[in-house]
């Protein structure tokens, strides 16, 4: 039997015999197209990075329309959001979206397009009766997911002892990408970023809600924005609940799905106070990185949010340029995403997930998905997207928690919260939920109330993933120069063994997703990543490797020649416990004056061979077994070789240099010179 329905549904997309047929007339495509670089309508009118919205939206608009009389389209096709110079939204009414990308992809100036498809919350609310809190809205284990491992609480990340290294520094910014925050709740106050600039942004918060950006043919977006304006640089959550009458007629009818029902979630706020909640304040509760600072980027609204919102918004979050917004003054080194849907992760370029989390990663921002909560079966997008740190869900005892969903492209797994005691015989609720992941809320049940100290409790992978970012964001507090690829090794391998003992009677191994409903199992490392998250094992980590250094030994260690072999010997110096998996050696800069270099090149010694006179710079490189790396620079001078009654000379160091042989005609020059000088002044021989 189902635990939970999964929230990864496909917005778009109503299922048959469930949902009333839509007339032409209710129909609402939405397409994100990429034009190719030598179209004549990107030539014609260009998007400058620098443009205001309003021009940007006036080009978008100017392509639209050509496309639409290229394609003799009946409906009036609208621009929408840039992404780049030459991708954007494009809406047409009277059709489906999955229509418009047949008719748009035969276009000979489309490169690529695709429906803007909606994702949702990775959330999951659970709804059976014995459903209980504490007192206050605390759970009754308490933020039992933050505290060392035990026998009662096998899957805890023990962020207690990573506290002991750092709590986090504020120079490290997570991006928030959910449904906006609320700015005024008590244990979230201090943790965003201030502005003076309210003309940018409006709340006094740096921030921007992406949901509604010049959709002058979408009243879809608008109605999911919810806040009446559109995008705009204030990131506030007005709520996102949803009504029958939103399903049943409206803008968002084709949008939205009875399962969509509901109050306001306040996920952002929740996801918020995970990552960073103001901590050790007498107040409330703890977040993982209690100093690091906050940046929401609202892209979920009313039945989720449109993939270019999303993409629009990690892109800005990481600091880069998007058509018609302003540059983010405070770029992410961390976007948690607890959001998916389902579908595979295609495409390349702007325009696509891959494409996006390319340009991301590569400007040196970190991006956790979460892993979705179809109930075992596979991940979804952006999960399962390469570039990425994916986090399933474990229940306290470390099994896999049913909602999750499972597979390879999972890094790693940790605490998603899990609610009731089950009789393993009967499956009758047997106590009060013991074990759910406590957050900051909001008791609206639409718009937000003015209390602001209120706490509740979540379950889902979505509350697993902010348990990663946290971690993520102490880790670069200790060492700012990880990459993405470094943090994800580092976790992984960090991470601890999951238990094969401790579930409920009679579960068997989690096996590769399939069509069918998979709940409570043991995770195996093909399934639920790499382990459990640890996070003092991978701070403590990080920690260690500020510690390593690399050494070169030069031989000879001075008086190099040209035709002379040189030897070049490593040594590394690395953390408690850390030692040397691999060596590597790079010629930085050879002057194409080197022969026979990297002999033994994947060893700590080298060899190389000059073959004229100059300066080499070679560079020895260790990669310990974390997978991290340490290099050093070696700059070798070389003398041209000795000739009969000559000498010759030569040096290697750190700092380099220069020279070779004396010649006749070198020799007269500098003595001329030396004439312009006074009578003190001695030409100096070598």
Request: hydrophobic share 40%; with cysteine; glycine share 14%.
């Amino acid at each position: 039997m189902r635990l939970i329905a999964s929230l990864l549904i496909l917005a778009a997309c109503a299922l048959p015999g469930l949902a009333p047929a839509q007339t032409s007339a209710t129909l609402e495509a939405r397409v994100i197209v990429r034009f190719k670089a030598d179209a004549d309508s990107v030539k014609a009118r260009r998007v400058d990075l620098r443009m205001a919205r309003a021009e940007v939206r006036d080009v978008a608009e100017f392509r639209a329309h050509g496309l639409g009389v290229r394609r003799g389209l009946a409906a009036a096709l609208h621009g929408g959001r840039s992404l780049d110079v030459r991708t954007q939204v494009i809406t047409a009414r009277g059709m489906d979206s999955a229509t418009l990308v047949r008719q748009l992809a035969k276009d000979a100036e489309v490169e690529f397009v695709a429906v803007d498809q909606r994702r949702r919350l990775a959330a999951v609310t659970p709804n059976d009766p014995l459903y209980a809190v504490g007192p206050g809205g605390q759970p009754a284990a308490g933020q039992w997911y933050l505290k060392a491992p035990s026998s009662d609480v096998v899957s805890s990340i023990n962020a207690t002892g990573a506290w002991d290294i750092t709590k986090g520094a504020s120079s490290v910014v997570v991006a928030v990408l959910d449904t906006g925050v609320l700015f005024g709740h008590e244990d979230l106050a201090g943790q965003f970023i201030r502005t003076t600039d309210t003309t940018t942004y409006p709340s006094g918060y740096v921030g921007y809600d992406m949901i509604g950006y010049g959709e002058s043919g979408s009243a879809a977006s608008i109605a999911s924005a919810n806040d009446g304006n559109g995008a705009d640089g204030d990131a506030s959550d007005p709520g996102d609940w949803v009504t029958s009458s939103d399903v049943s007629s409206g803008p968002l009818k084709s949008s939205c799905t009875s399962d969509d029902v509901g109050n306001s979630s306040w996920h952002g706020t929740h996801v918020a106070s995970l990552i960073a909640a103001s901590t050790n304040n007498g107040l409330g509760m703890a977040g993982v990185a209690w100093n690091v600072k906050l940046l929401p980027v609202r892209a979920l609204g009313k039945c989720g949010g449109y993939d270019s919102d999303i993409m629009a918004g990690m892109l800005w979050a990481a600091g880069l340029q998007v058509p018609g917004l302003p540059l983010n003054p405070n770029p992410a080194r961390v976007i948690n995403m607890s959001l998916g849907g389902t579908g595979s992760c295609s495409g390349s370029g702007s325009g696509t997930y891959p494409g996006t989390i390319s340009q991301v990663t590569t400007a040196g921002t970190t991006i956790v998905v979460a892993a979705g909560n179809s109930e075992g079966e596979a991940v979804g997008v952006p999960g399962n997207c390469s570039g990425v740190i994916t986090v399933a869900a474990l229940r306290q005892v470390g099994t896999k928690v049913g909602f999750s969903s499972i597979g390879s492209q999972v890094t790693l797994a940790a605490p998603g919260g899990n609610c009731v005691n089950v009789d393993p015989v009967t499956g009758a609720a047997t106590g009060p939920c013991l074990y759910p992941i406590l957050a900051a809320s909001n008791p609206g049940a639409q718009g937000p109330s003015s209390v602001n100290n209120y706490y509740d409790s979540g379950f889902g992978t979505s509350y697993s993933t902010p348990l990663v970012s946290g971690t993520v964001a102490l880790m670069l507090s200790v060492q700012p120069q990880l990459t993405p690829a470094d943090i994800k090794n580092l976790l992984q391998q960090t991470a601890r063994a999951f238990p094969t003992t401790g579930g409920t009677a009679g579960i068997s191994a989690c096996h590769a997703p399939t069509s069918t409903a998979q709940d409570e199992c043991y995770c195996t490392t093909s399934t639920c990543g790499a382990g459990m998250l640890d996070t003092n094992a991978a701070v403590a980590a990080v920690q260690a490797t500020n510690a390593g250094s690399v050494a070169i030994a030069v031989s000879p260690a001075s008086g190099a020649t040209v035709g002379q072999t040189i030897t070049l010997s490593a040594t590394a110096s690395l953390g408690t416990g850390r030692s040397v998996a691999s060596w590597s050696w790079t010629l930085v800069d050879g002057g194409g004056a080197v022969t026979g270099f990297a002999s033994g090149a994947s060893t700590a010694t080298a060899t190389l061979m000059p073959t004229a006179a100059g300066v080499i710079t070679v560079k020895a490189t260790a990669t310990d077994d974390l997978g991290l790396t340490y290099s050093m620079n070696s700059t070798i001078t070389v003398a041209a070789a000795a000739s009969s009654g000559g000498t010759s000379a030569g040096s290697s160091s750190s700092g380099g240099g220069g020279g070779g042989a004396f010649s006749p005609l070198w020799l007269l020059g500098l003595m001329l010179a030396c004439l312009l000088l006074t009578k003190k002044t001695r030409p100096q021989r070598g």
